[in-house]
């Protein structure tokens, strides 16, 4: 207990000066870090800033067209003041009598007037179609195809026939004509029931050596 008293005093001295040493010591160190932090906030923005790229893009000047001027407005026919009329100037009445005498567009041709029946089957020829070639046409070189419209019946035979494309003043339209109306078909079927229809047949006369 004698040796713990004998260095009180000494502390008592002491303290004071421990107190200085360190305020001293944590001035020094705040003005170090003022002094210090400075720069590295320097070299942090400078960093920054040479990250920082700013591209320069051109922008092309816009060209203006030249709209064209608008049409000029049509002049409005203004009434003249001189009423009277050249005596030389003579005036032909019109005559309406030969007004049928003029020339019109012919009426459009009134095609065949056929009922549409609908089949299953169509009908088939049971032989070949051979026209006989008209001699006159054959000499001249007339060449062509007749397609003839015909109704077959529920028998198989030709009724009725109608020239829809052909070739006139030739012969070769009624050689067509006769050959589909000389031919027998197999009948059109409904259902497996016979029925008359109408089909289109092309006659072809091609000339051979």
Do not use: C
Not at 58 to 79: G, N
Not at 97 to 123: H, T
Not at 135 to 151: L, P, S
């Amino acid at each position: 207990m004698a040796t713990i008293r004998s260095h009180e005093p000494i502390l008592k001295y002491q303290y004071p000066v421990v107190v200085r040493i360190m305020g001293l010591i944590s001035i020094l160190l705040v003005i170090t870090a003022f002094l210090v932090f400075p720069r590295f906030v320097k070299e942090i923005v400078q960093l920054e800033a040479q990250q920082i790229v700013i591209e320069q893009i051109d922008i092309p000047q816009t060209q203006q067209i030249d709209r064209p001027p608008p049409p000029a407005r049509p002049a409005i026919p203004i009434e003249s003041e001189d009423e009277d009329i050249a005596e030389d100037l003579t005036i032909e009445e019109t005559e309406l009598e030969n007004f049928e005498a003029w020339d019109a567009p012919p009426p459009p041709p009134s095609g065949p007037k056929v009922k549409f029946i609908p089949y299953d089957d169509p009908p088939v020829a049971l032989a070949k179609i051979t026209p006989k070639y008209p001699e006159i046409a054959q000499e001249a070189g007339i060449e062509g195809t007749v397609v003839v419209q015909a109704f077959i019946d529920e028998k198989g035979r030709v009724t009725e026939t109608i020239v829809l494309k052909g070739i006139p003043n030739t012969g070769l339209d009624e050689a067509a004509v006769e050959a589909v109306r000389a031919t027998r078909f197999k009948p059109a079927r409904q259902r497996e029931r016979p029925v008359g229809v109408w089909i289109s047949i092309p006659i072809h006369f091609t000339i051979t050596n």
